[in-house]
């Protein structure tokens, strides 16, 4: 998919946001070699960066990488693909923040994770977990099967899966998992009802392709009204957040 880099830092900084506190869990120690993989505009690598590590940041996305590296260009920045990417140098951690659940090859993220990391480096993370935007995405498979998009309606946009299944995928590659949660997070959108057609637009396009103009309209307003029932909060929308958060150590 396309990104659009100034509509994710505009309406989604929660994003990285929430990810200030997985860098807690990171706790970087100065001169540090460290990747943030899937590092999107940038922000999160830009604080490693501050807590005097040595830091890059690769993203799958132009778009994004090229916003990262305008606005931070003191901070070493690469288009690459996280299931297909390969250093000369070995890293002491390796960060990651809500991108995981967009590369589907798990296995081949934690093989590249696992070889780019020096013997007891870690790899830190939060992403989507299993029931994450559990109601978001039923209501737009519900309404896309509704107006006869049935191949549209079953793509697999997300990895979410349990805490059990990843930590097996490492450990099966050779990771000690230390630490591992998973936890609900309602998440505030932005400008209320009109935030769940801003997500979709921004996270979920890809459901909507080739589906023109008023058409696209009518389908969002009406996965809107299928969720209110969960997501309106007294006049405030919360969408349906679940995450995965664990460090692993190579061993």
Not at 59 to 64: F, I, P, R, V
Not at 209 to 223: A, H, N, V, W
Request: proline share 2%; glycine share 8%; charged share 25%.
């Amino acid at each position: 998919m396309k990104w659009n880099a100034e509509l994710y830092d505009d309406k989604h900084a929660f994003v990285f946001q929430y990810g200030e506190s997985v860098l807690e869990l990171l706790d970087v120690k100065p001169g540090e070699q460290i990747l943030d993989l899937g590092c999107g505009t940038g922000p999160l690598t830009k604080q490693i960066k501050e807590l005097g590590a040595e830091v890059t940041g690769i993203d799958a996305s132009a778009e994004m990488i090229e916003k990262a590296a305008k606005e931070f260009p003191d901070v070493d920045f690469k288009v690459a693909d996280g299931a297909n990417f390969h250093f000369n140098r070995k890293f002491d951690a390796v960060f990651s923040n809500a991108a995981l659940h967009w590369m589907h090859a798990a296995d081949d993220v934690i093989k590249c994770v696992y070889d780019s990391l020096e013997t007891g480096g870690r790899f830190v993370a939060e992403m989507g977990g299993k029931g994450n935007m559990a109601h978001m995405i039923a209501a737009t498979q519900q309404v896309l099967e509704k107006y006869g998009y049935h191949q549209l309606a079953q793509r697999k946009l997300w990895y979410f899966p349990s805490l059990s299944e990843y930590s097996s995928k490492l450990e099966a590659r050779g990771f000690r998992v230390t630490y591992a949660i998973h936890f609900d997070r309602p998440t505030l959108l932005q400008d209320g009802r009109l935030g769940v057609t801003k997500w979709l637009n921004m996270f979920g396009d890809t459901y909507f392709e080739g589906i023109k103009g008023d058409e696209q309209q009518q389908i969002l307003s009406e996965i809107t009204d299928l969720l209110e029932p969960h997501y309106n909060k007294d006049g405030q929308w919360f969408s349906d957040y679940t995450r995965l958060r664990f460090i692993a150590v190579k061993e």
